[in-house]
């Protein structure tokens, strides 16, 4: 080191070479890596050392795919910036100009509006199916197709996907399954055990679990995940280290919140079939032997003010996300869905009257009460 205080405080290292045995996995807040000469430097590009610049890879965020794909049952997993940045570079590791994707209908309004309208102008054909139909997926099979693409819970009507059975067509026909496992989880569903090849999550919602963070995770065939990673790389998709960071920390309290998230909504669901305001309860049945998710959707009756409703909500907050520890509500003909055309938003069934909860982990008679309240104020008089 230099002896002049201009380069003394350019280059502190104090710490740089010293062991460290933290019990948490340190914040590798760096955008590259040191190499002690040109043989070091070469010793990555022969897959010799692991790290050389934040964009291609950091510890941090493998330790976020690795965990995910741990708790999956997947041999491989790889972090992005988003949940729709893990979407795109799942289906770009498969398709590519001249290819055709199947994705059922009712899908995540976000994830709709990527493949009906980015992928066409990447030279990818996308068929939307409603799977919940019976719709015989077979039917639209091509030539040049290479995957399905469904979630294993529906957003916002909250389908069940039939994984095992979609997984067996997909590998029938040489098809690569890619399943959104966001509002499942592991906790509640392994799509990769069930015979997905690509399990998708948005890392912002129950990984993260605490409204702080966006992120994004890919878990798969570790052929495929190599090329989604390359994706990722070359399209600026990484995710920074220190949110993978707090990803790995919310991922630890996954099983406790989810068991409380579960409860809770559950028990709200329930109460919720019993109140006169309500037309209908989505909620899913036979997910898990653990619980059927954190999510409720309600279609409230046209004797109800739906800006009332909201109006009522007290401590209920509108958010357009889920899976924070708080109860929040959705409207999703205002927030996830509205960039879709009138008739697509009816066909799927997103009503004016359509509320999506995402369940909190706060007591379920405090939660219940919220929207009996709610639900009681917004009665048109």
């Not at 389908?159 to 509002?183: H, K, P, S, Y």
Request: net charge negative; with cysteine.
């Amino acid at each position: 080191m230099g002896k002049h205080f201009d380069t003394k405080s350019v280059h502190l290292s104090g710490m740089e070479e010293k062991k460290i045995n933290s019990k948490s996995t340190p914040i590798y807040q760096t955008s590259a890596f040191k190499f002690k000469d040109l043989e070091d430097l070469e010793n990555f590009y022969q897959g010799k050392n692991d790290y050389l610049y934040t964009r291609v890879g950091n510890p941090n965020t493998d330790e976020l795919g690795a965990a995910v794909a741990q708790l999956e049952g997947a041999p491989s997993g790889v972090a992005a910036a988003s949940g729709t940045a893990a979407i795109l570079a799942g289906v770009l590791a498969v398709a590519k100009q001249g290819d055709h994707v199947i994705a059922a209908t009712d899908i995540y309004g976000g994830t709709y509006q990527l493949l009906a309208n980015e992928l066409p102008d990447l030279g990818i054909e996308v068929s939307f199916v409603d799977f919940a139909e019976g719709e015989k997926i077979a039917d639209h099979i091509k030539a040049n197709t290479k995957m399905v693409y469904s979630e294993s819970i529906s957003n916002p009507l909250l389908r069940r996907e039939d994984i095992e059975a979609l997984g067996a067509l997909a590998r029938e026909a040489q098809l690569v399954l890619m399943v959104d496992n966001t509002f499942a989880t592991p906790y509640l569903c392994r799509p990769y055990e069930q015979g997905a090849d690509l399990v998708v999550h948005s890392a912002t919602k129950y990984i993260g679990g605490h409204s702080d963070i966006t992120a994004g995770v890919l878990v798969g065939h570790e052929g495929l995940i190599e090329k989604a990673n390359q994706k990722i790389v070359n399209l600026g998709s990484s995710l920074s280290p220190f949110e993978a960071w707090l990803t790995c920390r919310g991922l630890k309290t996954l099983s406790v919140r989810m068991e409380r998230h579960v409860a809770n909504a559950q028990k709200l669901a329930d109460a919720l079939h019993k109140h006169e305001a309500v037309e209908k309860v989505y909620y899913p049945e036979d997910v898990s032997p653990l619980g059927n998710g954190a999510i409720v959707t309600i279609d409230i009756t046209a004797t109800c003010d739906v800006e009332r409703f909201f109006q009522s909500l007290g401590w209920i907050k509108i958010v357009p996300t889920l899976a924070g520890v708080e109860t929040s509500v959705s409207y999703p003909l205002a927030t996830s869905h509205r960039a879709l055309p009138p008739e697509t938003r009816d066909q799927l069934g997103i009503t004016e009257g359509l509320i999506r909860i995402s369940v909190g982990i706060e007591a379920a008679d405090d939660i219940i009460e919220g929207f009996n309240q709610a639900l009681n104020q917004a009665k048109r008089n």
